[in-house]
């Protein structure tokens, strides 16, 4: 009898194999399910999210990281949070980067539109327990921020917690991302 939560054998993409996982279908990018220590860090923000973008990729910079700037460059009342943010997106789901930061005026609509690119697991973060437990649990590859919501103190706590945290890897997680990425699959069929 097949068990409620178990993942369908031949849907099951993730294996563990020590502590590098590897999903075996690449559709959804290898990157994003690897144990890898991030180093390049996309940065993407409209006009509410600028001055807090540039914040950030300077303390990035400070700390060792390697900072990728994805605008916008200056900010202009009329300039559009999906134009910046899906480039990050799927820069994020191709490996391009390891994490990436999306910034708007309040964050989520910046996180709407990167949850559109598939293999993106975006999450508005604007405190610790879900920067550092949405890695862990739900290995989230980026965060999106309200630049009109926290401060940059506050915005750099966020994302140092998030960069240091690590996906557990753990069987019901992965079991969970799976249901997850299959219903991903299916809605971008077309
Ligand atoms: C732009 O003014 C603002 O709507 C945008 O930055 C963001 O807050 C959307 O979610």
Redesign the pocket.
Known sequence: MKRKNSVPTKKAVLTTSGHRLRLKDNRLGRPNLELKIPKRIGVAA????HELKEDLILLIRSKGYQAVDFGDGYPA?EDD?PDFVIPLARAVARGEVDRGLAL???????CVAANKVQGVRACLIHESFSARQGVEDDNLNMICL?G?VVGSGLAWELVQTFLEARFSGAERHLRRLAKVAEIERGEFKS
């Open positions: 409209d006009h509410g999210g009342p949070y708007c005026g309040s964050g989520v609509g910046a309200g009109r």
